[in-house]
Antibody, heavy 115, light 109 residues
Framework: EVQLMESGGGLVQPGGSLRLSCAAS????????MTWVRQTPGKGLYWVAN????????YYGDSVKGRFTISRDNAKRSLYLQMNSLRTEDTGVYFC????????WGQGTLVTVSS | QAVVTQEPSLTVSPGGTVTLTCGSS?????????PYWYQQRPGQAPKTLIY???NRHSWTPARVSGSLLGGKAALTLSGAQPEDEADYYC?????????FGGGTKLTVL
């Protein structure tokens, strides 16, 4: 069974940092680009970042560029998102997705940035 | 950065057909922008229905189809079922950047 399981969310103050993880199983993780997508409560989807199979190519949404870093560890079948200098507008549910044409999605982890 | 636009809400009768569209402020949507369509039911993660304009995943019903229509990407649902009631998001690619539309809330009534 394919699974993507995010973890690491929580409550953090503005300016703080958080590291999200996404553990993959049931598919050939190292063969695919992977992506983080954010959903603001009650609102739509926003592309945060994606990374190629080897971690050599990384792309970011404009609002997170310079603050967030996407990475992966293929040996551990895991995807990461290091989030620094967090702002209140970064609040939302963070999903990881991948597996070829966004085939698989995790259930998300909630990040709340608030004082 | 381009803005991707969708109808905020649509209603379809059970058994009816409805078309959702996805436009771009940068001009006509083309197949080069690899339009994607996602379905999201309340409390669930998004599910990818269509990729690269018109390709279905194995779980996508045959009555759901994607196309380019009048300069926009389009998602057509035929024979609407109660379980089609959900939010639908499109995604377009702009030089490596992903841009989601604001979503369409589809009601089956």
């Amino acid at each position: 069974e394919v699974q993507l399981m995010e973890s690491g969310g929580g409550l953090v103050q503005p300016g703080g940092s958080l590291r999200l993880s996404c553990a993959a199983s049931g598919f050939s993780f190292s063969s695919y680009w992977m992506t983080w997508v954010r959903q603001t409560p009650g609102k739509g989807l926003y592309w945060v970042a994606n990374i190629d199979q080897d971690g050599n190519e990384r792309y970011y949404g404009d609002s997170v560029k310079g603050r967030f870093t996407i990475s992966r560890d293929n040996a551990k079948r895991s995807l990461y998102l290091q989030m620094n200098s967090l702002r209140t507008e970064d609040t939302g549910v963070y999903f990881c997705t991948g597996g070829g044409y966004n085939k698989y999605w995790g259930q998300g982890t909630l990040v709340t940035v608030s004082s | 950065q381009a803005v991707v636009t969708q109808e905020p809400s649509l209603t379809v009768s059970p058994g009816g057909t409805v078309t959702l569209t996805c436009g771009s402020s940068a001009g006509d949507v083309t197949s080069g922008q690899d339009p994607y369509w996602y379905q999201q039911r309340p409390g669930q993660a998004p599910k990818t229905l269509i990729y690269a304009t018109s390709n279905r995943h194995s779980w996508t019903p045959a009555r759901v189809s994607g196309s380019l229509l009048g300069g926009k990407a389009a998602l057509t649902l035929s024979g609407a079922q109660p379980e089609d009631e959900a939010d639908y998001y499109c995604l377009l690619l702009f030089d490596g950047a992903w841009v989601f539309g604001g979503g369409t809330k589809l009601t089956v009534l």
